[in-house]
């Protein structure tokens, strides 16, 4: 049984840094290209960015240089720090072993002052 828990939302003022974590299980985490979406009010989930099992990463143009992707492995775990948080980047965050039908529950982000 495949499992993602994702942690580390809540709210945060304009400027302000958050950092999520999503602990996977029933899986080869290893072998997994991991993404984070995310889902603001009234829009579509949206790719954030994406680690590959070597580690290569890609972002989304929205929050290129400002959000970092990672894993460790050995935990089973992959991180999405979030820096110079913005209203917008206010959402539910979801974990997602990439191009498969996993996907974690989602953690709330928000962004405001």
């Known amino acids: 049984q495949v499992q993602l828990v994702e942690s580390g939302g809540g709210l945060v003022q304009p400027g302000g840094s958050l950092r999520l974590s999503c602990t996977a299980s029933g899986i080869f985490f290893s072998l997994c290209n991991m993404a984070w979406y995310r889902q603001a009010p009234g829009k579509q989930r949206e790719l954030v960015a994406v680690i590959t099992q070597g580690g290569s990463t890609n972002y989304a143009g929205s929050v290129k240089g400002q959000f970092t992707i990672s894993r460790d492995n050995a935990k089973n775990t992959v991180y999405l720090q979030m820096n110079s948080l913005k209203p917008d980047d206010t959402a539910v965050y979801y974990c997602?072993?990439?191009?498969?039908?996993?996907w974690g529950q989602g953690t709330q982000v928000t962004v405001s002052s």
């Open positions: 997602h072993v990439y191009q498969s039908d996993y």
